[in-house]
């Protein structure tokens, strides 16, 4: 008995180390972040849904988060990411396309008018999305975004887009999985512009990517299996897109929701409007010296609606300027 | 040092005896299969893919192993789950619809005659889908799946549905988890009808489900949000909608694939036809005595041009006759 006990004690030190570390660790989990009500309410939701005592406690494999990407976990200025890309794949297709030369919107992608891709209004992002979103596999398609995100920057910072996070969000991302959830992205982006780099950049697998979806067909050619990309759009992954999205992919109703623009809307009030405790979270893009400030009046990212809501329905508003004293880590 | 030496002996003990209990463990992972070529191909597999010195090892994400569910995971004859779940919708809901008692293809479903509900052909059963599967929200339809399967029985064995799920199945999913895999169920049943009782049953929770998907349409009424189930049909998830239905998803090509019919076909040659080692397995429904004996004349798990291409190619087959020493747990 007394030699068990003896014995013992060094594995209690180890357990006592490890609970300190742990300790430690949890002391800040989200060291980007400054002290204040936005910070607090995210540590509050997560204490309540996680300890056990709590009335609002959730078990585990309901901890489901979802995170919109554009402006919400990197930058969405001047234009989408997405659009960079379209805009260098006309540009690598031109040759190929010297019809482009006179045609628009290619024309004006060709120019170097950024602009020019939305002048056409829908249809031309239609055109250009068909362009270079359809025809090839998924495969390729794969290769294409892959080669591209790693060498293209980004035309104000020169970092590479996926240098353009933002680091407390990235605290924030491991601190939800740290305390047991699920973290998903549910975006309007394409889902397969996404998947090749969000496992590296934001630790979210393929299969916790949620997006616009386009048609595939599957086809097997000289004995290789492959899916080709269709040109029509199966979910526009945006607005009220965004809760048939979560319904689909999931299955589950998220717990906590975050977003930046009107288009994320759907997705905290499916999320929010709830009994239990919840957590639903814009970003407020405040702060036009180390990121962006635009909301109400912006064509990409426009935050009103939501930001009337927040208000009115008390949920946490991120002022980028106040509550972040870091935005990206190259910073 | 001498203390430290000493003092650790439990724990060295301790660890030895979780060692023992996992190799006891592992010493049969699959009990419910015979000693034979299909149980030594699984084996064969998890090891090549799962040790670290193996030239086939595949890491931990990239381990996806998907199953249909009908005739694969539990039994579908006389007819598929899903239609006797309709057939008892159709009685409920025929109080609110006296018309049906004259009308095809409900008449026949009210007489109790399970052919009526093909009778109709595609026309007819799209019908019975719209009746049972829309208007209603996706929250008031799993409800209504949940409430049915709690007390629903087979007409044959007069066992619960969710019991009537192969036990050497159930093992092999446990099996490839334990082995780092995750397991995805990819059936041409509906989505939202597997999702509320998939996680109790076979451990594989809502978001990987994946299976043929309706519209939904995101509303929110009286400060209440909710999806509501649409008649029409997004996905098709059978035959060469399975590939389409795991890209959607996962993003990810499985590397192991379990089927009993012709529609998991193409399911089987988009995971099997790559480079690296890969199982591909077919569940033959080879005895009439404990579950039934099916395969290329069947209208119900047809199985002949899968039959003919497992041979070819040499994927494992398994007869359930020789193969499974048990095929449900009540036995």
């Given amino acids: 008995m007394n030699r068990t006990l003896r014995s013992a004690a060094p594995l209690v030190g180890l357990v006592a180390a490890l609970g300190f570390c742990s300790i430690s660790h949890a002391a800040d989990p989200l060291p980007s972040w400054n002290d204040g009500a936005a910070k607090r309410s995210i540590v509050k939701f997560v204490d309540g849904v996680t300890r056990e005592s709590s009335p609002d406690f959730v078990p585990v494999p309901e901890r489901i988060a979802t995170f919109d990407n554009d402006g919400t976990l990197w930058a969405e200025q001047p234009i989408y990411v997405q659009v960079f890309f379209i805009i260098d794949r006309i540009k690598a297709l031109a040759p190929q396309h010297p019809e482009w030369k006179t045609q628009e919107p290619f024309a004006s992608v060709l120019k170097g008018d950024p602009r020019g891709i939305t002048a056409g209004g829908e249809d031309g992002v239609a055109a250009l999305l068909v362009a270079t979103h359809s025809g090839m596999t998924t495969d390729e ?117 975050f977003g930046n623009s009107d288009g994320d809307l759907q997705m905290l009030q499916w999320t929010c409007y709830s009994p239990g405790l919840r957590l639903c979270l814009y970003v407020h893009h405040t702060d036009d010296k180390r990121e962006w400030a635009y909301d109400r009046g912006s064509h990409i990212g426009k935050l009103d609606k939501g930001l009337d809501e927040a208000k009115l329905r008390d949920w946490t508003v991120v002022s980028i300027k106040d509550d972040w004293n870091k935005v990206f880590a190259f910073e």
């Fill in 141 to 257: 398609f794969s290769r294409q975004v892959g080669d591209w995100i790693a060498t293209a920057k980004h035309p104000k910072t020169g970092q590479p887009f996926t240098a353009m996070v933002y680091q407390p969000m990235l605290e924030l991302l491991e601190y939800l999985r740290a305390n047991g959830f699920k973290t998903f992205i549910v975006s309007g982006g394409g889902i397969e512009f996404m998947r090749p780099w969000t496992e590296k950049v934001y630790g979210i697998p393929p299969e916790q990517v949620i997006g616009s979806i386009g048609g595939l067909k599957f086809d097997i050619k000289d004995g290789r299996p492959a899916l080709f990309k269709l040109p029509n759009v199966v979910l526009n992954d945006d607005k009220d897109g965004k809760p048939v999205g979560i319904q689909r992919h999931i299955g589950r109703r998220p717990i906590a929701a």
